[in-house]
C-alpha cells in the first residue's frame, strides 16, 4: 500500500467513522479502494499505552480467528499515524444499535451469537477484558456477531489487577468486572469477561445500563457493592428467566456466576426455542450446561486443626478480655502458613469479628505502609455496600475518632472518602513528629474496626519482607497503645529470619516489653495426613487429567507442600527414592 493512501488531501473523506470511544476511532474504508475496517487514534500525539494496545491487538491476529472475531490484517503507519487495519465483516458496532429495549426475540437471537462468540475466545485461551457494545460488531442482515477491541485482551488463564486509581485501570468501567477494578482480591479470568457480558446484555435488553455513576470510584463502588436492580423489575415485559439468567452473569463474586459462556449460550437458546414455540418462558433451572472447561482444586487443608484451633484460641481470648495479642505462624516457604491462617477468615464473619489480610512484597519494600493500605482496603471495601443508616453509623465513629487528621488514613485507603468524604490536608511536621502523628492516627483508626462487639484480626503476611516504617508501627501498635480487641497475626519464613533480622530484633523488643505473644511453628504434614492429601490428589488426578490435557489446565497449588513433606518423610524413613 502507497504512503498516502489513508490520509488523502481531501483529510478523512475515505472513512466512514462507526464507532469513536475516547481516542479510539473504529472506522470502515469507504473509497471502494480495499474493504476493510481502521482502528486509528483521534490525538495527534496518542499516549504510549495507546499506541501498545493497537500493537498488541495486532499481535493476536493468529489467534483470532474470523469466524467470531474481527481478524487484524496489518499495522500501519501512515503520515506518522498507526493505523490498525481489520478484516471488515460487514455489519456494525453494537453500540450504535443500542437505544431503546431490544424485542426479546431479537435479544435472545443477539445474545447467543455474542455469548457464543466470546465462548470461542475462551477457548482459545483468551481474556477480553473490554467486552462491550462498541467492541461487538453486528451484522443486520446475517445476524453473525464478531468480536473486536481486543487491545488488553490477555492469554493469561488467571491475572491480578492491582487496585489502582480507577481512572488508570485499563477496560471501561461501565461494563468491568469487581475483580477486574482491583479491589477484591481475586483474580481476573475468563468468568471477568462473563461479568462484562451481564452489563452488554442489560442494556440489550432495558435500554439502560445496570448502574449510573458521576465518577470513575462510584463506578467502581457500583460494581463492587451494589446490587443492580433486575431487569424484569426495571421492565415488566421482560420474562423472569431471562432476568435471572443476566443477574447470574453480574454477581458480584465469579464464582456465583455463570462459569462458562456456553453455559449461558445454552441456557439462552432453551428460552429462544421456547419464545419461539410458544410466546412464553417457562421457569427452568439456570447452568445444567455450565460444565466449567478448567479444574479448580478444592481448598481443602490436611492435618491443620491442632494449629487453627490455637489461632481460634487466641481469638477467643481477644473476644473476652480485650487485651492485644500477637500470634507468629513460621515456617518454610510452601509449608501451609498462608493457608493455615487463612482458615480464620471463613469463621471470622461479621458481626463475630472482622478479618483483614495484606501481604508483604519482596519488591516493595520501598512503599511505606503498602501492605496495611491493603488490608485496611479489605475492611473499608465491604463497608460500602451496606445501607445508609449502617454507613452512617461508620461515617461519625470514623469522622470523630480521626478528627482534623482524616487525611493521614485516606491517602492511605482512598476508598475511605466514599465513606468520610475528602478531607482537608494536615500541617506540615517535622520527620520525627510527622511520624509519630501518623502512628497515634492509625492505632485510632483501627480502633474504630477492633471493637468489643466485633474483634479484628490483622493477619500481615511475608514479614520477613516487611518495610522499615511498618515494623516501627507495629511495635507501637503492641506495646505503647492502649488498643484493644486486637489480634494480630504474622506469617514469615524462619529461614530467612536470621537472629540479626530487623524482624527478629523488634520481636524480642516486643515480648520484652511485655505483649502477649504465641507462636505455631508449622512443621511437615504427619504421615496420615500427608497419605490422605497423596490418595485424593491421586484420584483426583486420574479422574482430571484427560481434562487437564484437552483443555491446558494446569494443576496448580500444592505442589511445594507436598513436595516438601514427602521429602521430609522420606528422609525420616531413611527411603531416599521415596519422590512426590
Ligand atoms: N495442610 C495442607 N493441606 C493441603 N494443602 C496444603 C496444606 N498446606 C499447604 N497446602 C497447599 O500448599 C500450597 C502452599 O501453601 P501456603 O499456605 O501458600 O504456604 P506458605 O504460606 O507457607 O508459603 C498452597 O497451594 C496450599 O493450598
Ligand atoms: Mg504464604
Request: aromatic share 6%; charged share 25%; proline share 6%.
Amino acid at each position: 500500500m502507497t504512503q498516502s493512501s489513508w490520509f488523502g488531501a481531501d483529510g478523512h473523506r475515505r472513512f466512514q467513522v462507526l464507532w469513536q470511544d475516547g481516542d479510539r476511532v473504529f472506522c470502515r474504508r469507504v473509497d471502494g479502494e480495499r474493504d476493510v475496517l481502521a482502528v486509528l487514534l483521534a490525538a495527534e500525539h496518542p499516549a504510549p499505552a495507546a499506541l501498545d494496545r493497537l500493537a498488541h491487538e495486532y499481535s493476536l491476529k493468529d489467534e483470532l480467528d474470523g469466524a467470531w472475531a474481527v481478524r487484524p490484517l496489518e499495522l500501519e503507519r501512515d503520515r506518522g499515524r498507526t493505523i490498525l487495519v481489520l478484516e471488515d465483516p460487514g455489519g456494525e458496532p453494537l453500540g450504535r444499535l443500542l437505544g431503546g429495549p431490544f424485542e426479546l426475540g431479537r435479544f435472545l437471537r443477539l445474545a447467543i451469537g455474542i455469548a457464543a462468540a466470546l465462548g470461542k475466545a475462551h477457548q482459545r485461551g483468551l481474556v477480553h477484558k473490554d467486552l462491550k457494545p462498541a467492541h461487538i460488531l453486528v451484522n443486520r442482515t446475517t445476524g453473525e456477531v464478531k468480536l473486536t477491541g481486543f487491545g488488553i485482551a490477555s492469554r493469561l488463564l488467571r491475572e491480578r489487577q492491582a487496585p489502582e486509581p480507577p481512572e488508570t485501570i485499563a477496560g471501561t468501567l461501565a461494563y468491568m468486572a469487581p475483580e477486574q477494578t482491583g479491589r477484591m482480591n481475586r483474580s481476573i479470568d475468563a468468568r471477568s469477561d462473563l461479568y462484562a457480558l451481564g452489563v452488554t446484555l442489560y442494556q440489550m435488553l432495558t435500554g439502560s445500563l445496570p448502574f449510573t455513576a458521576v465518577d470513575p470510584m462510584d463506578w467502581v463502588h457500583c460494581h463492587i457493592a451494589r446490587k443492580p436492580v433486575p431487569p424484569s423489575e426495571r421492565l415488566e415485559n421482560v420474562p423472569a428467566q431471562v432476568s435471572a439468567i443476566i443477574m447470574k452473569l453480574l454477581a458480584k463474586t465469579a464464582e456465583e456466576r455463570y462459569q462458562t459462556a456456553a453455559g449461558v449460550a445454552s441456557d439462552l437458546r432453551r428460552c429462544l426455542a421456547q419464545w419461539e414455540a410458544q410466546d412464553y418462558i417457562d421457569e427452568f433451572p439456570l447452568g445444567r450446561q455450565d460444565t466449567p472447561d478448567r479444574l479448580r482444586i478444592p481448598e481443602k487443608l490436611y492435618g491443620r486443626a491442632r494449629e487453627v484451633d490455637t489461632l481460634l484460641g487466641g481469638f477467643d481470648r481477644v473476644i473476652k478480655s480485650g487485651a492485644p495479642e500477637l500470634v507468629l505462624v513460621s515456617g518454610y516457604s510452601g509449608i501451609g502458613k498462608s493457608s493455615v491462617v487463612n482458615e480464620l477468615h471463613k469463621v471470622l464473619v461479621p458481626p463475630r469479628g472482622l478479618f483483614a489480610s495484606g501481604k508483604f512484597d519482596q519488591y516493595k519494600r520501598d512503599i511505606p505502609y503498602a501492605t496495611l493500605a491493603q488490608a485496611f482496603h479489605s475492611l473499608v471495601r465491604p463497608l460500602l455496600g451496606k445501607s445508609d443508616t449502617e454507613l452512617g453509623g461508620w461515617r461519625d465513629a470514623l469522622l470523630e475518632t480521626l478528627g482534623p487528621n482524616g487525611r493521614l488514613m485516606t491517602d492511605l485507603v482512598p476508598e475511605l472518602k466514599l465513606i468520610i468524604g475528602d478531607q482537608p490536608p494536615v500541617p506540615e511536621l517535622p520527620p520525627q513528629d510527622a511520624q509519630r502523628r501518623f502512628q497515634l492516627v492509625f492505632r485510632r483508626f483501627i480502633s474504630v474496626f477492633a471493637r468489643p462487639e466485633h474483634p479484628l484480626a490483622l493477619f500481615l503476611d511475608d514479614l520477613q519482607w516487611l518495610d522499615a516504617a511498618t515494623l516501627d508501627l507495629l511495635e507501637d501498635l503492641l506495646t505503647r497503645s492502649d488498643l484493644q480487641h486486637l489480634m494480630l497475626i504474622g506469617a514469615y519464613r524462619d529461614n530467612e529470619v536470621d537472629a540479626v533480622h530487623p524482624l527478629r530484633q523488634k520481636l524480642d523488643a516486643v515480648k520484652n516489653a511485655g505483649a502477649k505473644v504465641a507462636e505455631i511453628t508449622l512443621a511437615p504434614l504427619a504421615q496420615e495426613h500427608l497419605g490422605l492429601l497423596i490418595a485424593d490428589r491421586a484420584s483426583l488426578r486420574a479422574g482430571a487429567r484427560g481434562v487437564a490435557r484437552a483443555t491446558g489446565a494446569r494443576e496448580d497449588g500444592r505442589k511445594s507442600v507436598l513436595r516438601h513433606s514427602v521429602r521430609l518423610f522420606a528422609r525420616r524413613r531413611g527411603n531416599a527414592r521415596l519422590r512426590p
